[in-house]
């Protein structure tokens, strides 16, 4: 199996910043593509930022210029940096990745969620 387990959501004023992080664990043969979405109330889940093992990266246009995804190989870890933040920033974020577990196996694994929420 493996395990997602993000950190750094909480409370933050407009204009503020916040990283998240997310490390993968477990029974890794390979790891692919690594990033986040986030879901909103009443709204579906939607790509933030996703990154791939060489570095190429993908933004959401409503996040572009403000958040900047980075990743660690070697640690298997994944963060997104997040500057300038918006009330429509709110929502629970979510990390996942694209994993292989054996030379069979292959599929995305989430992250429990980390509430970001951007208030005055």
């Known amino acids: 199996q493996v395990q997602l387990v993000e950190s750094g959501g909480g409370l933050v004023q407009p204009g503020g910043s916040l990283r998240l992080s997310c490390a993968a664990s477990?029974?890794?043969?390979?790891?692919?593509?690594m990033g986040w979405y986030r879901q909103a109330p009443g709204k579906q889940r939607e790509l933030v930022a996703r990154?791939?093992?060489?570095?190429?990266?993908n933004y959401a246009d409503s996040v572009k210029g403000r958040f900047t995804i980075s990743r660690d190989n070697a640690k298997n870890t994944v963060l997104v940096q997040m500057n300038s933040l918006k009330f429509e920033d709110t929502a629970v974020y979510y990390c996942?990745?694209?994993?292989?577990?054996?030379?069979?196996?292959?599929?995305?694994?989430w992250g429990q969620g980390t509430q970001v929420t951007v208030s005055s």
């Open positions: 990154v791939t093992r060489g570095g190429s990266t």
């Open positions: 477990g029974s890794i043969f390979s790891l692919y593509d």
């Open positions: 996942f990745a694209d994993v292989r577990t054996s030379p069979s196996s292959r599929r995305d694994y």
